[in-house]
């Protein structure tokens, strides 16, 4: 999918699989996300970084962080799909 493609995805749609790689396990990984976060009108964000799209999602799957985040960055996913 091209970047306008899966951006226009994640608006649309509650959840979504996105898949991509993480360098952090060292593979290619699919998460359970939403573009907003849970219970509120705070959305996601997409930027371009050192010439890679990175998308900022809520992962509905992650343990949260001491300040109870969820939100992740998938650089370059390669596939989203409804979940």
């Known amino acids: 999918m ?3 493609e899966i951006l226009q995805f994640v608006q649309d ?3 979504f699989l996105i898949t991509y790689y993480a360098k952090k396990h060292d593979e ?3 998460r ?3 573009w907003t976060k849970p ?3 705070t959305k996601g964000k997409y930027q371009v970084m050192n ?4 998308f900022f999602y809520w992962d509905l799957n ?3 962080n001491k300040n109870g985040n969820q939100w992740r960055q998938a650089t ?3 596939r989203c799909e409804v979940a």
């Open 2 to 4: 091209q970047t306008k």
């Open 13 to 15: 749609h509650d959840t």
């Open 28 to 30: 290619i990984i699919t």
């Open 32 to 34: 359970r996300g939403t």
């Open 39 to 41: 219970n509120t009108d």
């Open 51 to 54: 010439g890679n799209d990175v």
């Open 62 to 64: 992650a343990k949260p």
């Open 76 to 78: 370059n996913p390669t």
